[in-house]
């Protein structure tokens, strides 16, 4: 199932039509119904509920215009929505329509001292090692922050934990920081799809040394597209991030910029992982070749000492095989240098007995030069 999810929105952007106008809204077949969460907070007040339309939605939030709201929209198969969507909190049709053709770079727009910022949440399914990337769109407003995404699941469920329990300060703090704890979760959860994917490299290895073939080979091959996969997203989100450093302080004030610097630190590091982890997917390959070399040398090596075994037998055999005859069948005429050995009485015995000394002394010798020592 998730290859063939990886695989479809892989390819998404070539199922889109072809000359339509600028910010023309289609909904993909396999788009969700969508949910409507919200979660509404100040220092003194929290509410969370999920509504059952959109106008439920607009309401509670124009309630309570002196909280914080959390706007999360799960999936997007309603153009009607959509469009309203667009109207009530100031939506550019292009930026709904990178949010509907949901396979964008992560990036940052500014739109009237309001932000709508794209990020790729990350998920390692171990089972096919495989990677999918789900985007995760980000507006940010005076009291609001909405996020869109296609999925039901996402990896923002610790935040969320936060928030109810009142953990931490985003109580307290502007609808910016929640632009930043949002960015930052999915960032983090980045490294475990590092460290998951550093298991299964050590698993490769660990096959290849054992016992390789040309499926490790693939599996290998296929690791090596999933991280040139992984680094296109990472450095986009690096520069995301450092475009979001440099923004003007009425937009994002220089007491959060030190937030989002931290986790400005967090994608140079993914990078480094990531090439790293590329370093030594590469490596594999070349333990690969290595390894089938090797292997192949150890076959050439048993063959080689059984041909030099049977080499001088052979030699032997065919030298005594000609069976040349002893004397001239109609004149009787001796010719001595016609193979005498084969006429004595123990001449049989006499050639076994050679043939197996030879065996046993070629043995002797390969073992004293070391050639078995690998068997």
């Excluded at 949440?121 to 407003?141: C, I, K, N, P, Y």
């Excluded at 960015?183 to 054992?210: H, N």
């Amino acid at each position: 199932m998730a290859k063939k999810k990886r695989h479809r929105s892989r390819h998404k952007i070539l199922d889109r039509k072809l000359g339509i106008s600028p910010g023309s809204l289609f909904i993909p077949a396999e788009a969700h119904a969508p949910r409507y969460l919200l979660m509404s907070f100040n220092e003194q007040f929290f509410k969370e509920q999920e509504l059952v339309s959109y106008a439920e939605l607009v309401q509670q939030v124009k309630a309570r215009p002196d909280a914080t709201h959390w706007i999360d929209i799960r999936g997007y198969a309603d153009l009607t929505m959509l469009e309203l969507l667009k109207q009530d909190f100031g939506i550019h049709s292009l930026q709904m329509e990178d949010v509907i053709n949901d396979y964008q770079r992560p990036k940052v727009d500014e739109l009237d001292d309001r932000l709508f910022i794209i990020t790729r949440m990350l998920r390692w399914h171990a089972e096919h090692h495989t990677l999918e990337d789900v985007q995760l769109s980000v507006f940010s407003g005076p009291n609001y922050v909405l996020t869109l995404q296609s999925d039901y699941e996402d990896c923002l469920d610790p935040l969320r934990e936060r928030i109810r329990v009142g953990k931490g300060i985003i109580r307290q703090r502007p609808p910016m920081y929640l632009v930043y704890a949002i960015l930052d979760v999915v960032l983090d959860y980045y490294f475990p799809v590092m460290g998951a994917i550093g298991v299964y490299i050590e698993e490769l290895e660990q096959k290849i040394l054992d016992k390789p073939s040309k499926q490790t080979l693939r599996e290998i091959l296929d690791l090596k597209n999933e991280l040139i996969k992984l680094r296109r997203i990472a450095w986009p989100e690096r520069d995301k991030m450092n475009e979001l450093l440099r923004m003007d302080a009425d937009i994002i004030p220089d007491n959060l910029k030190v937030y989002f610097r931290d986790a400005y630190d967090h994608t140079i590091q993914l990078i480094d992982l990531i090439d790293s982890h590329k370093e030594m997917s590469t490596s594999l390959v070349e333990l690969y070749m290595s390894t089938v070399s090797n292997r192949m040398n150890e076959i050439m090596k048993v063959l080689t000492i059984i041909s030099s075994i049977f080499i001088p037998l052979s030699f032997i055999a065919g030298v005594y095989g000609m069976n040349f005859s002893r004397e001239d069948p109609e004149t009787g005429e001796v010719f001595h240098l016609s193979m005498p050995e084969l006429y004595l009485p123990y001449s049989y015995p006499i050639l076994i007995i050679l043939m197996t000394t030879l065996v046993v002394v070629q043995l002797y010798l390969f073992y004293k030069k070391g050639w078995f020592k690998s068997f």
